[in-house]
């Protein structure tokens, strides 16, 4: 029954498995849905969705299969994807570079969405808005629409297709899906248990040995309860070139603070590359001096450092190398991060640039010193199995940097 | 035909349509979801704004079908195992210095939580109406602990060996205010609301159930300023429906003129508890913002 249907809403993207199916069916099949289209518009929402995230979808694979309209979505999708993840995809053309440069990333998505909606609407092949040649990914998209018809109102048919059509969902939805709670359950792995807490307890088994020993008579013993102790000092690149990373960044960012269950987290940040000082604000307005970061540690602490480690060499190997005024530092950063990296017994890089780009560069140069891993829900996993010293879980061996072959060739005069 | 896990087999008394109670008034998309959930033997799983009645949907619920309600309320430190039972040590411990119970009988010292008594009602024959308030307030695994008991509807006490199933399915209401994520494997198996702010006509059903004397003008005209309240840019948090029923009884206690409402917003502090909403409230003109639109 509607099988079409079915395979709609996991065309439209949405992860409608047998099990969500057949439980339509069988709400179908015991008259549970009256003889309505509205209803089952709203039955088969609710069996199917699964977060207000997804009646986009569902809207969209409504109108789709019940009055033959498009689903846009694939084209939408890859040009979010393109704008989210600027260094996986090709190189851009000189045209597309100019209107990055001229936009800002909310701008430029927003003109793509409006000229993808032209499209739609006037049912233009329109590959040529966006995308260049035959080679871009969107330019299929363009043809794929085969006309949209307006809903015809009256008939309970009309009605739930109309609904379907007013996409009301469409602010609720996020074409890039964040995980944090699978971050958070990463970071669960990191933890210290120990039974230090100011609740108490009872302890069972102590209560009934002393109540034994002293003939019977009941004695209470209780102890602590059992909590996480683990401490982390975080360190965050809030510079430029982390811009387009702020997403996976901001994930991360509320799944270390709510979901880790850690016991505390302390968190800086700083500008590019680390030097004489971190901030202790993201607005980067208060500084706190490095040595009184690391001196205030408790031991035991973890290291995580989150940033892409990309810079031009001289701001990592010369004195006096910050490109930004008000940050001179006699020392170069790289030796800053060393400093960083041996007040931390456990430390991690999480770095949102893919590995494959790490190689020798100042990424490179830095992984030596805390093990790096891609900020991604692997390499979190891999990260904390790293600070918790488990396993072989060693990061991936970075070729080592030439300047520490004894000679600094970036050494700028 | 085979039912896919957590679909309860068909049972004729499960197909009664749900349709709201003259104190709960619902949409129809309401009203098709907890209808279908009940048929199905699913728990329903409610979201919404706060303050949407998610809590209050239980009960109705419960009332629109003449069934009792059990409560869960979750906490940070709610574990699933609470909801099924309590062993109390304790007690026995008690007992077995000064008590005159037969302590070797452990069952006395099994105290059932919300969801162990809803499943043992239900094995009587008795459906009930369980609410679990507000999951995510839990731990991340939480929602993944209770999985095995929703789907097979049955549990064993590990002291006694006894085993409660129920036959019957009770009706699950389950409301998330999305502080945290829930699990996939979870979320595949609940039938999901998401409860919408109200139209205005839905709104002034609602008002006129919770104040059915109210003065015609002073709503009509107390809703047009809620309603540009609420589209107000930059609110922290924005009034919702129980707000609205508060401050409209704050204003029928103070006998205003519902001229006057058009001008001031008097009693903001029942509709807007933040700080900054307030001093946004105060900067604007509401007379002028009805006229642009």
């Known amino acids: ?413 | 035909m085979t039912l896919p896990p957590g679909i309860a087999p068909w049972a004729p008394d499960t197909l009664a349509r749900w349709n709201g109670t003259p104190t709960y008034i619902a949409d129809e998309a309401l009203k098709s979801t907890v209808s279908v959930a009940i048929a199905l033997g699913r728990p329903l799983l409610v979201k919404g704004e706060p303050g949407t009645g998610k809590t209050l949907l239980a009960r109705a619920i419960a009332e629109g079908m003449g069934l009792d309600m059990l409560t869960w309320h979750i906490k940070s430190t709610t574990r699933a195992q609470d909801g099924l039972y309590l062993y109390d040590t304790v007690a026995r411990l008690n007992d077995a210095r000064f008590g005159d119970r037969d302590v070797r009988d452990i069952a006395q010292y099994i105290k059932l939580g919300p969801l162990g008594e809803a499943f043992e009602r239900a094995g009587k024959g008795e459906r009930v109406v369980l609410l679990i308030d507000e999951i995510d307030k839990a731990d991340l695994e939480f929602p993944n602990d209770l999985l095995h008991e929703l789907d097979a509807m049955r549990f064993r006490i590990a002291e006694t060996g006894r085993e409660i199933v129920a036959h019957l399915r009770p009706i699950v209401v389950i409301t998330s205010n999305a502080e945290k994520e829930l699990p996939d494997a979870f979320l595949r198996r609940c039938v999901f609301h998401y409860i919408e702010f109200p139209s205005e006509e839905l709104l002034t059903r609602i008002c006129r159930v919770h104040h059915p004397d109210i003065d015609d003008k002073l709503l009509s005209a107390a809703l047009r300023q809620f309603i540009k309240i609420r589209t107000l840019a930059e609110l922290r948090k924005r009034p919702s429906t129980s707000e609205l029923i508060d401050w409209l009884a704050g204003l029928r206690l103070s006998g205003i003129d519902p001229e006057k409402l058009e001008q001031t917003v008097p009693f903001a502090g029942v509709l807007l508890k933040q700080e900054k909403d307030t001093q946004r409230l105060a900067r604007t003109d509401l007379s002028k913002l009805g006229q642009r639109r």
């Not at chain 1, 602010?171 to 995980?179: A, G, H, I, T, W």
């Not at chain 1, 209470?220 to 909590?227: F, H, K, Q, S, W």
């Open chain 1, 1 to 413: 029954m509607f099988t079409g249907f079915h395979s709609m809403l996991r065309a439209a993207g949405l992860p409608v498995g047998v099990g969500e199916w057949l439980a339509v069916v069988a709400a179908l099949d015991r008259g549970a849905i009256g003889p309505s289209m509205p209803e089952f518009y709203h039955v088969a929402r609710a069996l199917v969705c699964r977060d207000e995230g997804d009646f986009d979808r569902f809207d969209q694979a409504f109108a789709a299969y019940f009055q033959g309209a498009s689903l846009p979505e694939p084209l939408h999708q890859l040009i979010h994807s393109w704008l989210d993840n600027p260094l996986e995809k090709p190189p851009l053309t000189p045209e597309e570079l100019a209107a990055l440069e001229s936009y800002d990333l909310e701008t430029l998505r927003k003109l793509y969405e409006e000229r993808l909606k032209q499209q739609t609407e006037r049912h233009d092949g329109g590959s040529h808005w966006i995308g260049t040649g035959g080679t871009s990914p969107f330019g299929q998209g363009g043809q794929h629409p085969t006309g949209m018809r307006v809903g015809e109102g009256a008939s309970g048919r009309g009605q739930a297709v109309s609904m379907a059509k007013a996409r009301k969902f469409r602010n609720y939805r996020s074409d890039v899906v964040l995980d944090t709670r699978q971050i958070a359950v990463a970071i669960r792995k990191l933890r210290r248990l120990e039974h230090k807490s100011r609740r108490l307890e009872l302890d069972i088994d102590a209560t009934i040995a002393a109540t034994s020993r002293n003939g019977g008579e009941i004695e209470i013993i209780e102890r602590p309860e059992r909590r996480n102790q683990a401490r982390v000092v975080l360190i965050l690149d809030a510079g430029g070139s982390m811009d387009p990373h702020v997403r996976t960044v901001e994930a991360f960012f509320s799944a270390m603070k709510q979901g880790g269950g850690l016991r505390e987290v302390e968190t800086y940040y700083f500008h590019n590359c680390v030097y004489g000082f971190v901030y202790t604000d993201m607005a980067m307005l208060h500084k706190k001096p490095l040595p009184d970061v690391l001196r205030s540690v408790p031991p035991h602490t973890y290291l995580m450092m989150v940033g892409d480690g990309w810079m031009a060499p001289r701001e990592l190997f010369s004195p006096y190398g910050a490109i930004e005024y008000g940050m001179a530092d006699e020392v170069p950063g790289i030796e800053r991060i060393a400093t960083i990296a041996a007040a931390f017994e456990r430390r991690a890089w999480l770095n949102p640039i893919p590995d494959n780009y790490w190689g020798e560069s100042t990424i490179g140069a830095i992984g030596e010193l805390v093990p790096m891993f891609p900020l991604t829900v692997q390499g979190m996993i891999d990260a904390v199995a790293t600070l918790m010293g488990q396993g072989d879980r060693r990061p991936r061996p970075v070729r080592k940097p030439l300047w520490s072959r004894g000679e600094n060739p970036f050494d700028v005069p």
